[in-house]
């Protein structure tokens, strides 16, 4: 019954925005740590943004530093990812991820737990 579910995935512009929304159910998100993960054809899953459990602690891959925020709200057992400024680059599948630990340790996913479905974001104009 453990399930995350992202949504707000779609095409967009270059120079656009979007805001990708991770829900959880089945289980509450307070003591776990969350990753946004993203996948391009032919490239490795890679780590794009880290939360702590409390929202206290996050990190960015270089390449979204600036134009990514992540951001969450225990309340509402939701984590999200705006996403400003978006660049063909970003085209890709994005997963939501949790780890059974209050932070990561390099916002990789040799550390997941868990895994949502992914939603596609196609960056075009």
């Known amino acids: 019954q453990l399930q995350l579910v992202e949504s707000g995935g779609g095409l967009v512009q270059p120079g656009g925005y979007l805001r990708l929304s991770c829900a959880a159910s089945?289980?509450?998100?307070?003591?776990?740590?969350i990753g946004w993960f993203r996948q391009a054809p032919g490239k490795e899953r890679e780590g794009v943004s880290c939360?702590?459990?409390?929202?206290?602690?996050?990190n960015y891959a270089d390449s979204v530093k600036g134009r990514f925020t992540i951001s969450r709200d225990n309340g509402k057992n939701t984590v999200y990812l705006q996403m400003k400024t978006l660049k063909p680059e970003d085209t890709a599948i994005y997963y939501c991820?949790?780890?059974?630990?209050?932070?990561?340790?390099?916002?990789?996913?040799?550390?997941?737990?868990?895994w949502g479905q992914g939603t596609q974001v196609t960056v075009s104009s």
């Open positions: 991820a949790a780890a059974l630990r209050p932070t990561f340790r390099i916002c990789d996913s040799t550390e997941v737990n868990y």
């Open positions: 089945g289980f509450t998100l307070d003591y776990y740590a």
């Open positions: 939360i702590s459990s409390s929202g206290g602690s996050t």
